[in-house]
């Protein structure tokens, strides 16, 4: 085996096994305090003091919600009109150019290239 080659690798490798255990155990024991805390942390809420009137007694609470306001820019936009209607051809954006009276004609057939695949002699 190889504690037979290298003697004390029985111990090596059984501090590193207690090292990895305590850091196991260290690293679990802080995320289990953390999420604790977490949990038992007080809640603080601020509260504004209680408004008095002239009598001394305090004042009412506002009547119903305030008005909304609104938000900045048209909410609603003009839609611009269709382009043209549904279902007609599009109008071309160019005439036609004037075709010639006489088509060109293809000259004569002039040697033609060999095929690399099939030419016995490009191989």
Same mark, same amino acid.
Request: proline share 37%.
């Given at each position: 085996m190889l504690s037979d080659l290298?003697?004390?690798t029985k111990d090596i490798m059984?501090?590193?096994r207690i090292l990895l255990l305590a850091t196991t155990a260290l690293t679990a024991t802080q995320l289990a305090t953390s999420a604790?805390? #977490? $949990?038992? #942390?007080?809640?603080v809420v601020a509260q504004a003091k209680e408004e008095v009137g002239p009598d001394g007694r305090p004042k #009412?609470? &506002?009547k119903g919600a305030p008005p909304?306001?609104?938000?900045?820019g048209n909410p609603r936009?003009?839609?611009?009109? *269709?382009? /043209?209607? @549904?279902? /007609?051809? @599009? $109008?071309? $954006?160019?005439l036609p150019g004037k075709m010639p009276d006489e088509l &060109?004609? /293809?000259?004569? !057939?002039?040697?033609r290239t060999p095929n *690399?695949?099939? !030419?016995?002699?490009t191989a």
């Open positions: 290298l003697p004390g059984k501090n590193l604790s805390h #977490a $949990q038992t #942390a007080p809640i #009412a609470p &506002p909304p306001e609104t938000p900045p936009p003009e839609v611009p009109p *269709p382009l /043209r209607e @549904p279902g /007609r051809p @599009p $109008q071309p $954006q160019e &060109p004609i /293809r000259g004569p !057939d002039g040697p *690399p695949a099939t !030419d016995p002699r």
